[in-house]
Nanobody, 122 residues
Framework: QVQLVESGGDLVQAGGSLRLSCAAS????????MGWYRQAPGKQRELVAT???????NYADSVKGRFTISRDGAKNTVYLQMNSLKPEDTAAYYC????????????????WGQGTQVTVSS
């Protein structure tokens, strides 16, 4: 069974930093794109950042220059380094990955983590 497990969410003051981690577990053949999304109360889930298997990154305009996404292929893990946090960054952050595994018959399937809460106080 393939799972994504996030960690690193916390309560932090504005201007502070946090590092989120998301590890994929299970019998995995390959992971293509990985990414982070967030959802604030009463709002739709939105893209924060994505990274391809070759390392190409994409960021939402609202986090460019403050957040950095990276991945460790050997550990099947994606990270989100968040600096200069603002109250408007407060949300549940979700990890997403496109994974091929024995469970999917080696076909790509979209997986989501359970979410980790980031709260930024002013």
């Amino acid at each position: 069974q393939v799972q994504l497990v996030e960690s690193g969410g916390d309560l932090v003051q504005a201007g502070g930093s946090l590092r989120l981690s998301c590890a994929a577990s299970g019998i995995i053949f390959r992971i293509d794109a990985m990414g982070w999304y967030r959802q604030a109360p009463g709002k739709q889930r939105e893209l924060v950042a994505t990274i391809t298997s070759s390392g190409r990154t994409n960021y939402a305009d609202s986090v460019k220059g403050r957040f950095t996404i990276s991945r460790d292929g050997a550990k099947n893990t994606v990270y989100l380094q968040m600096n200069s946090l603002k109250p408007e960054d407060t949300a549940a952050y979700y990890c997403n990955a496109d994974i091929m595994s024995i469970a999917t018959g080696y076909r790509p399937k979209d997986y989501w983590g359970q979410g980790t809460q980031v709260t930024v106080s002013s």
